[in-house]
């Protein structure tokens, strides 16, 4: 009882936070940055839209994954973006702007492109004939009270205090957030950790291939169209790390059932092996080009 508590009523909160926190940070600039640069957020956007989709669904074409585990991993395709992937973009000192851009977009468009695509593919799973279904406009109004409401507000506060206000609260605000998300993520693994799939096994490798082959996609393209290093990175990142705790919202919150947010919570805990692992090189491939600099 205390599980389902937590996860159907603190969850929606934290996310919450997690996209007040974001609306903290943007400013009028990055906006402005969109239409100095939109064919790199075009970019972004389509990998992380219509690539990453079609990503997944060569994954659950591939591999034999139970239909639910299938809805899953589909359902953590569709939650591009978040708070973590801007960390991360941060970290590789990627193009924060763009980043952030991407996220602040994607938050516009998923609570309404999310229930959609997902009834479609709850229908080629077999899964709605199995009553498995998301009532349309029901979930587009929780998304929004958990997405883009939050994130109008927080831009809303910024645009009304004083900026030494903001950079004082912010840090404090992404730190509350982001502890509160982890101890969620941990909770419902040590609640569900029975039930979870083993470490070995078809889902893991369905999560990690995700997670690292949106990473290599974005990648290979935004450097094959000839992006400045910063976008690169920030495109990586976006395309390969997802909002799992948007999918474990709509999997434990709204739609009720836990073993839809199995995937999804095994997402949450594995994608940071591959992104930490590419994170780490970034930063020993900077440091050997500053060294190869100063030597020559």
Not at 15 to 21: D, K, N, T
Not at 108 to 137: C, E, R
Not at 278 to 287: A, K, S
Request: some cysteine; overall charge positive; proline content about 5%.
């Amino acid at each position: 009882m205390a599980v389902e508590w937590l996860a159907q009523v603190i969850l929606p909160w934290v996310l919450a936070g997690v996209m007040l926190a974001l609306g903290m940070s943007l400013t009028g600039e990055d906006f402005r940055r969109i239409w100095k640069h939109p064919r790199r957020v075009v970019l972004g956007l389509a990998m992380q839209m219509l690539a990453l989709p079609l990503l997944a669904w060569v994954l659950v074409l591939l591999l034999p994954l139970s239909p639910m585990a299938a809805a899953g991993l589909l359902l953590v395709s569709l939650v591009p973006g978040g708070a973590t992937s801007n960390m991360f973009s941060y970290l590789v000192q990627g193009d924060l702007a763009l980043s952030v851009s991407l996220t602040a977009i994607a938050a516009l468009l998923v609570p309404f492109t999310l229930p959609l695509v997902m009834g479609w593919n709850f229908q080629l799973l077999g899964l709605a004939a199995q009553g498995f279904a998301l009532s349309y406009w029901q979930t587009v109004g929780q998304l929004l009270l958990v997405t883009l409401v939050p994130a109008l507000a927080g831009m809303l506060l910024r645009r009304m205090s004083r900026e030494a206000t903001i950079s004082d609260w912010l840090p404090r605000v992404r730190l509350f957030t982001g502890v509160a998300m982890v101890g969620i993520v941990v909770t419902l693994f040590l609640a569900y950790h029975n039930r979870l799939p083993a470490l070995i096994s078809i889902e893991t490798l369905a999560v990690l291939m995700l997670c690292m082959l949106a990473m290599l996609l974005g990648h290979r393209v935004s450097r094959r169209l000839g992006l400045p290093l910063d976008s690169v990175r920030a495109i990586t990142v976006e395309v390969g790390v997802q909002n799992a705790g948007v999918a474990m919202m709509v999997a434990f919150a709204i739609m009720q059932l836990p073993q839809l947010g199995l995937v999804p919570l095994l997402y949450g805990l594995l994608m940071n092996v591959p992104v930490f692992l590419w994170v780490f090189f970034c930063l020993w491939r900077d440091r050997q080009m500053v060294t190869i600099a100063e030597r020559s």
